[in-house]
């Protein structure tokens, strides 16, 4: 599973950010990991400068063998925490559209 992770000009996608959610996405999808070929997450700072609640925005799109790609956008204080809550949302998503996986 690829994954990529793009910011935008008020986030600092550093080596340190980059390389931890990339750990945290492979370790909450590991069970889908045979099913999705490629995650793309794309951050952004909805107010820039000003601090506000629920200003950084989380997308994350999945593409799935065979099917079309899911994707799923959540919105929190933190970068942390808005991929925290579009991972749950994906999840759900990836879920619903490949039914339960089974781990042995």
């Known amino acids: 599973m690829q ?4 910011t935008d000009k008020n986030i600092s996608g550093t080596t340190n950010l980059t390389n931890k ?23 952004s700072d909805q107010n820039a400068q000003k601090s506000g609640e629920d200003d950084i925005k989380c997308t994350i799109e999945a593409r799935i063998e065979k099917l079309k790609p899911i994707a799923v956008t959540a919105y929190h204080a933190t970068i942390e925490q808005a991929v925290s809550l ?7 998503a990836l879920n619903s559209a490949l039914g339960k ?4």
């Open 101 to 104: 996986i089974k781990t042995y």
């Open 86 to 92: 579009a991972t749950d949302k994906l999840l759900a």
């Open 3 to 6: 994954i990529q992770i793009n």
């Open 21 to 43: 959610l990339t750990e945290d996405l492979k370790n909450e999808l590991r069970n889908f990991e045979d099913r999705v070929t490629r995650l793309e997450v794309h951050l």
